[in-house]
Protein backbone atom coordinates (compact mmCIF):
# COMPACT_ATOMS: atom_id res chain seq x y z
CA UNK A 1 0.00 0.00 0.00
CA UNK A 2 1.39 3.48 -0.81
CA UNK A 3 1.12 6.34 1.37
CA UNK A 4 -0.84 9.50 -0.67
CA UNK A 5 -1.47 13.24 -0.05
CA UNK A 6 -4.73 13.36 1.92
CA UNK A 7 -6.61 16.50 2.40
CA UNK A 8 -7.79 16.48 5.68
CA UNK A 9 -9.97 19.79 5.54
CA UNK A 10 -13.35 18.77 5.09
CA UNK A 11 -14.37 21.72 2.05
CA UNK A 12 -17.97 20.90 2.64
CA UNK A 13 -17.64 22.75 6.19
CA UNK A 14 -15.87 25.81 4.83
CA UNK A 15 -17.45 28.91 4.43
CA UNK A 16 -17.45 31.46 1.26
CA UNK A 17 -15.12 33.70 1.24
CA UNK A 18 -18.25 36.46 1.06
CA UNK A 19 -19.42 35.02 4.28
CA UNK A 20 -16.45 35.21 5.77
CA UNK A 21 -15.84 39.13 5.22
CA UNK A 22 -19.39 39.42 6.79
CA UNK A 23 -18.66 38.05 9.86
CA UNK A 24 -15.54 39.83 10.72
CA UNK A 25 -17.10 42.99 9.78
CA UNK A 26 -19.86 42.61 12.10
CA UNK A 27 -17.05 41.31 14.37
CA UNK A 28 -15.60 44.49 14.50
CA UNK A 29 -18.67 46.47 15.57
CA UNK A 30 -16.73 46.13 19.33
CA UNK A 31 -13.38 45.30 20.82
CA UNK A 32 -13.74 43.06 23.56
CA UNK A 33 -10.29 44.43 25.45
CA UNK A 34 -11.70 47.93 25.09
CA UNK A 35 -14.94 46.97 26.96
CA UNK A 36 -13.16 44.61 29.45
CA UNK A 37 -11.03 47.60 30.00
CA UNK A 38 -13.17 50.77 30.20
CA UNK A 39 -16.62 49.10 31.32
CA UNK A 40 -18.01 46.67 34.04
CA UNK A 41 -20.22 43.82 33.02
CA UNK A 42 -23.12 43.87 36.19
CA UNK A 43 -26.27 41.65 36.94
CA UNK A 44 -29.55 44.49 37.83
CA UNK A 45 -32.00 43.86 40.15
CA UNK A 46 -34.63 45.02 42.11
CA UNK A 47 -34.81 45.17 45.84
CA UNK A 48 -38.17 47.40 46.91
CA UNK A 49 -38.08 49.93 44.32
CA UNK A 50 -34.08 49.91 44.37
CA UNK A 51 -31.57 49.03 41.32
CA UNK A 52 -28.37 46.85 42.72
CA UNK A 53 -26.04 45.31 40.25
CA UNK A 54 -23.90 42.36 41.22
CA UNK A 55 -20.50 41.76 38.95
CA UNK A 56 -21.73 38.66 36.44
CA UNK A 57 -18.45 37.31 37.20
CA UNK A 58 -19.32 36.44 40.33
CA UNK A 59 -23.05 35.10 39.40
CA UNK A 60 -22.92 31.54 38.96
CA UNK A 61 -26.65 31.55 37.65
CA UNK A 62 -30.32 33.05 38.72
CA UNK A 63 -32.77 30.78 39.04
CA UNK A 64 -37.03 31.33 39.67
CA UNK A 65 -37.38 30.07 43.42
CA UNK A 66 -37.77 26.71 44.84
CA UNK A 67 -38.57 25.04 48.02
CA UNK A 68 -35.99 25.65 50.44
CA UNK A 69 -35.21 23.44 53.95
CA UNK A 70 -35.23 25.96 56.67
CA UNK A 71 -32.49 25.72 59.17
CA UNK A 72 -33.18 26.38 62.82
CA UNK A 73 -30.76 29.24 65.04
CA UNK A 74 -29.62 31.03 62.04
CA UNK A 75 -30.31 34.87 61.88
CA UNK A 76 -33.32 36.38 60.55
CA UNK A 77 -32.58 37.05 56.56
CA UNK A 78 -31.33 33.19 56.31
CA UNK A 79 -34.26 31.91 54.79
CA UNK A 80 -32.93 28.06 54.48
CA UNK A 81 -31.04 26.00 52.47
CA UNK A 82 -31.52 24.51 49.10
CA UNK A 83 -29.52 21.29 47.30
CA UNK A 84 -28.38 22.51 43.97
CA UNK A 85 -27.01 19.95 41.77
CA UNK A 86 -25.39 18.37 45.00
CA UNK A 87 -24.50 21.16 46.39
CA UNK A 88 -26.02 22.88 49.78
CA UNK A 89 -26.43 26.42 48.95
CA UNK A 90 -28.14 28.84 51.60
CA UNK A 91 -30.55 31.48 50.58
CA UNK A 92 -30.60 34.89 51.59
CA UNK A 93 -33.37 37.39 51.81
CA UNK A 94 -31.32 40.72 50.51
CA UNK A 95 -34.65 42.58 51.53
CA UNK A 96 -34.08 41.58 54.88
CA UNK A 97 -30.47 41.74 55.38
CA UNK A 98 -30.78 45.48 53.74
CA UNK A 99 -33.66 46.18 56.27
CA UNK A 100 -36.47 46.85 53.52
CA UNK A 101 -38.60 44.22 55.30
CA UNK A 102 -40.00 40.88 54.32
CA UNK A 103 -41.81 40.27 50.82
CA UNK A 104 -43.79 37.37 49.87
CA UNK A 105 -41.89 35.09 46.99
CA UNK A 106 -43.65 36.49 43.68
CA UNK A 107 -43.96 35.46 40.19
CA UNK A 108 -40.77 37.72 39.54
CA UNK A 109 -38.66 36.60 42.40
CA UNK A 110 -35.43 35.45 41.65
CA UNK A 111 -32.66 33.44 43.31
CA UNK A 112 -28.97 34.87 42.37
CA UNK A 113 -27.06 32.19 43.00
CA UNK A 114 -23.32 33.76 44.00
CA UNK A 115 -20.27 31.55 43.66
CA UNK A 116 -16.97 33.43 45.08
CA UNK A 117 -13.71 31.48 46.33
CA UNK A 118 -15.21 28.10 45.98
CA UNK A 119 -18.35 29.69 48.46
CA UNK A 120 -22.20 29.70 46.87
CA UNK A 121 -24.61 31.59 48.32
CA UNK A 122 -28.33 32.69 46.98
CA UNK A 123 -29.53 35.73 47.46
CA UNK A 124 -33.73 36.08 46.80
CA UNK A 125 -34.11 39.20 45.12
CA UNK A 126 -37.59 41.01 43.79
CA UNK A 127 -36.63 40.83 40.44
CA UNK A 128 -34.09 40.93 37.85
CA UNK A 129 -33.12 43.62 35.37
CA UNK A 130 -30.95 43.12 32.79
CA UNK A 131 -26.64 42.67 32.54
CA UNK A 132 -25.67 46.17 32.12
CA UNK A 133 -22.52 47.38 31.00
CA UNK A 134 -21.26 50.54 33.27
CA UNK A 135 -18.60 52.56 32.62
CA UNK A 136 -16.11 52.81 35.29
CA UNK A 137 -15.16 56.11 34.69
CA UNK A 138 -19.24 57.07 35.82
CA UNK A 139 -19.13 54.82 39.00
CA UNK A 140 -18.24 56.86 41.71
CA UNK A 141 -18.05 56.25 45.56
CA UNK A 142 -20.59 55.48 48.08
CA UNK A 143 -22.36 58.46 48.83
CA UNK A 144 -23.55 59.72 52.34
CA UNK A 145 -27.12 59.59 51.82
CA UNK A 146 -26.75 55.35 51.35
CA UNK A 147 -29.07 53.89 54.59
CA UNK A 148 -26.53 52.22 57.21
CA UNK A 149 -27.92 49.16 57.36
CA UNK A 150 -26.25 48.79 53.45
CA UNK A 151 -23.93 51.29 53.71
CA UNK A 152 -20.45 48.39 54.34
CA UNK A 153 -22.26 46.36 51.17
CA UNK A 154 -21.72 48.87 48.65
CA UNK A 155 -18.60 49.27 46.74
CA UNK A 156 -20.22 52.55 44.73
CA UNK A 157 -22.95 53.88 42.68
CA UNK A 158 -22.99 53.05 38.52
CA UNK A 159 -24.66 56.47 36.45
CA UNK A 160 -26.81 55.21 33.60
CA UNK A 161 -28.26 56.92 31.24
CA UNK A 162 -31.43 57.72 33.38
CA UNK A 163 -31.08 55.52 36.60
CA UNK A 164 -28.39 54.93 39.12
CA UNK A 165 -27.39 52.03 39.94
CA UNK A 166 -26.18 51.05 43.84
CA UNK A 167 -22.99 48.51 43.25
CA UNK A 168 -22.63 45.40 45.75
CA UNK A 169 -19.33 44.47 47.09
CA UNK A 170 -19.56 40.74 47.48
CA UNK A 171 -16.21 39.93 49.56
CA UNK A 172 -18.32 42.06 52.39
CA UNK A 173 -21.18 40.64 51.91
CA UNK A 174 -20.28 37.58 52.00
CA UNK A 175 -17.10 37.95 54.90
CA UNK A 176 -20.35 39.35 56.77
CA UNK A 177 -23.37 37.26 57.32
CA UNK A 178 -23.92 36.08 53.51
CA UNK A 179 -24.27 32.78 54.66
CA UNK A 180 -25.01 30.38 57.75
CA UNK A 181 -23.24 32.91 60.20
Not at 72 to 88: A, Q
Not at 149 to 171: A, P
Request: aromatic share 8%; charged share 30%.
Amino acid sequence: MVAKDVDLFDKSLSIAAEQEEEIARQQKKTDAIILKDEYEQVVGFMLKDELFGIDILNVEEIIKPVDYTHVPNTKEFVLGVINLRGKIIPIVDLRVKFGFGKKPIGSESRMIVISMNDFNVGFMVDKIEKVYYIEKKSIEPTPSNIPQTIEKYVKGVGKLQNKIMTLLNMKELLEEGGGLN
